[in-house]
């Protein structure tokens, strides 16, 4: 049996995605900046999916930018908005996704900002009142916190955090790319200046994302080019991608009710067998709490692993695929940023199980029982 349970990293595309997106591989592959009618049907489809993205996410259509994906419009975001308004100060947290944590991190090292870290309890939640102490102290800052944790599950309160940025005159940016297409996000009730997205993250092509910027905290572009994106993103779109990023999405929030239930009935299973099969077991960070965390994301902490690393090869020969942590960081030396800012003993093994609604009670079977014969 095949077995794949790193949603988390990327999810397996929508067959109804896919045909989405062929004729707009094989018929529609005019240039959308073209003026003879391949090239408008390209644009009009194009606009198309861009309404539709906006419907969803409840904002107009010319605050929807399109992107390579999540890293490029978190880039884009901080890079651009920091350095348009003049920021000197950004507010963020350990457990961000490298493509935030790393950005801030460079201009920090270059002069440009000074980086503040909001304060954490042991399973990773925000202390909003440090963050608040912060705002008071550091007037119109920077701020970029994950709306949910790619690691550990963890989701904080968007409109609380968006109602202090407005106190306080803050920019805040929020990466969605673990909740868009599975989390309600009505943008026009969130107090937000930009967020960041990417289709595979929900059944989507690979290589396509998306940005939120509201109209009133405009930013310049990141990639310089023909004009694109009506001047925010040079170079030729991705149609095919961007007709498949609109349809994924369209389906998530359509079947969100189904794919939640789904979800959460696997993940609540998934506990349930390991702790029984499981001595001292435990669940990093909120993941275990079903009412407060991703539902597709659970993290694992199984006690007396020497050789975390093996174990992950091990289930791999089993035909199992999972992660140890954030499938980002893949190739680097060091380990997870995630699980060292909550002091959680790395050595003894930790596997990230993220879901899809794709996968089956018997994939959790066949897991659980390969798990037991390895340890």
Do not use: W
Not at 4 to 18: C, G
Not at 187 to 211: E, Y
């Amino acid at each position: 049996m095949k077995v794949y349970l790193d949603n988390a990293a990327t999810t397996p595309l929508d067959e109804r995605v896919f045909e989405a997106m062929k004729p707009y591989l094989l018929e529609h592959f005019g240039n959308p900046s073209s003026i003879h009618s391949h090239g408008r049907t390209a644009r009009s489809a194009i606009e198309k999916a861009r309404k539709k993205v906006a419907d969803i996410l409840n904002v107009a259509p010319s605050e929807i930018f399109f992107t390579s994906g999540g890293t490029e419009a978190d880039n884009t975001i901080i890079n651009n908005s920091i350095s348009s308004y003049g920021i000197k100060h950004a507010i963020s947290s350990k457990i961000e996704h490298h493509a935030v944590l790393h950005t801030l991190e460079k201009l920090e090292k270059e002069g440009k900002i000074k980086l503040h870290f909001v304060e954490l309890d042991g399973v990773g939640q925000i202390n909003y009142d440090h963050l608040t102490n912060l705002l008071t102290d550091h007037k119109s800052s920077f701020v970029s916190l994950m709306h949910g944790n790619n690691e550990i599950g963890n989701i904080i309160n968007l409109e609380r955090v968006g109602e202090l940025c407005v106190e306080h005159h803050a920019f805040f940016h929020s990466d969605t790319v673990q909740t868009l297409g599975h989390h309600d996000l009505d943008l026009s009730k969130i107090k937000i200046n930009a967020i960041a997205g990417s289709a595979h993250k929900f059944h989507g092509p690979k290589g396509v994302g998306l940005m939120y910027i509201n109209a009133e905290r405009q930013i310049p572009p990141l990639l310089i080019g023909g004009g694109q994106e009506r001047n925010m993103r040079g170079g030729t779109e991705n149609i095919s991608g961007i007709i498949g990023l609109a349809k994924a999405l369209e389906l998530g929030y359509s079947e969100k009710a189904k794919n939640q239930t789904k979800l959460l009935e696997l993940k609540k299973y998934t506990i349930d067998k390991l702790r029984r099969d499981f001595d001292n077991i435990s669940f990093n960070g909120l993941s275990a709490d079903l009412e407060n965390s991703l539902h597709k994301v659970l993290s694992v902490s199984i006690p007396g692993i020497v050789d975390n690393d093996m174990l992950l090869f091990n289930l791999d020969i089993n035909g199992i695929s999972i992660s140890g942590g954030s499938a980002c960081a893949s190739g680097a030396s060091v380990g997870s940023h995630v699980l060292d800012a909550l002091n959680i003993d790395e050595d003894s093994g930790v596997l990230r199980v993220s879901f899809s609604k794709f996968n089956t009670k018997e994939e959790i079977d066949y897991f659980i029982e390969k798990l037991l014969e390895i340890i």
